[in-house]
DNA sequence: ACCATAGAAATGTCAGACATTTAAATGGCG
DNA sequence: CGCCATTTAAATGTCTGACATTTCTATGGT
């Protein structure tokens, strides 16, 4: 796919080396690599290449690293949140890179998490609930911040979210939802609007106790709708 | 979030503390580093750290390295294609890691999937049909190999996503499907399975065609069912 | 005015040393 | 014989200094 016609770094070349015996398991998580002055001499570099080319692995958690005499580089067991991290970090990034709308976000966060409510409408459980309903209570606090709202606004989604009850849709979406909150963060939630959300919250939640799918598509496609309106004035706002 | 009992070494506190300059915007896109020297003089460390710290950066494409006299670390755009490919990475790791069931990730990615059909049925362009159709051919070739067969599997797929022209909703999206390729590649197609297979293709091609988005999910519901039930006949047949 | 060349600045790499951490081997003592 | 303190060894973490390589810039000659 990339062509390489200066040849990547040596630390770069080991790291992709190791990484591929990761991906197609010649090495398994949880096994020990070679210390690093075996790797040194294996790749034939110094160890400092190495260590450049380890911290690499690292900073993507593929491997984690212990001190001491039965300490090295180990493959590491990528939990959910470590994913979870990194889907966030590289998220949030390419959002406040690219000059995406903040449509485009809106859109694209509505449409993922419409996809998990038919789903949490099925395996909710009280403990779910109990999150939804406790953060409407914080939403519900006048003196609230503009940030605290949000933030408490992204607790009650991802308890949406973690409501489907399948990991791999929770990793996927909370990094989403999360990565949108710095673009959230631009509005100024006016007593009015926060009425108008929290209630919508209160139809979702209403309507996940009542295991009532279509119900809770609908007030989260009012949600989006009106999440978009608020974009639209913050824009006219400003011009 | 995390304690550090243990502080952390040295170079991942250094790249935590470039990394939060670029998150919150006190470095931008395009602006350079300081040399690794200088670096190396304001946090007190060697060069060989400030490196190290560096090369974490770069794993995650923050930063990109250039040599010569006008060269430096500048913080990267992070282009789709970048985000894309760490994304793929990342879930591909976790689902092979993390045991998960073959019900589970077919869950997750249908989910994802079904919630951008009706945006693909609003805005698909014959470049996105033709997309489709093609694959289509591809996938009704009887000498097929099977990783073939999935390869072009996950291509269709993309295109489908693609065509709901939202470029967030795509990063995503595509990020789970390929992350599931090596889970499908256990799947051995029997000729009727793809037939079949096919011809869910088709009615999801045709339903973009007439812009029939209640179509499209219905046709995305059976290929879910269908898909699930080839994993499991894949586990019976194991025991 | 143009081109070749030398210089400077930066990253890339190496070698060796020392510091620190940690577990295991060792030895003494009850 | 068994338990605890101590030593030892192996590994990562860090530093210093040097050299190699790349690339732009400025200088100089033709």
Do not use: W
């Amino acid at each position: 796919m990339k062509n390489t016609p200066h040849p990547a770094d040596l630390s770069a070349q080991i790291a992709q080396s190791i990484r591929d015996a990761i991906v197609d398991g010649r090495l398994l998580v949880g096994d020990r690599l070679p210390s690093e002055a075996e790797l040194a001499e294996q790749f034939s570099v110094s160890r400092p290449t190495v260590r450049e080319a380890l911290k690499r692995l690292a900073a993507q958690s593929l491997i984690r690293t212990q001190r001491g005499a039965t300490g090295g580089a180990f493959v590491n067991h990528l939990s959910y949140a470590e994913a979870h991290n990194q889907q966030i970090t590289t998220a949030t990034l390419l959002l406040s890179m690219n000059a995406i709308s903040f449509d485009v976000a809106c859109e694209a966060r509505y449409a993922l998490e419409r996809a998990c409510a038919p789903l949490a409408a099925r395996r909710r459980t009280a403990a779910h609930l109990k999150i939804l309903h406790t953060e409407i209570a914080t939403q519900s606090q006048p003196d609230l911040s503009d940030e605290a709202f949000c933030a408490s606004d992204v607790t009650f989604h991802r308890g949406l979210v973690d409501a489907a009850g399948n990991p791999v849709l929770s990793y996927q979406l909370a990094g989403a939802v999360e990565a949108m909150q710095p673009l959230m963060n631009m509005i100024t939630f006016t007593a009015r609007s926060r009425v108008t959300i929290i209630a919508l919250h209160c139809r979702i939640a209403d309507a996940l106790e009542g295991f009532d799918a279509s119900s809770a598509d609908s007030a989260l496609y009012r949600l989006e709708e009106y999440t978009r309106d608020l974009g639209r004035d913050l824009l006219s706002a400003r011009a």
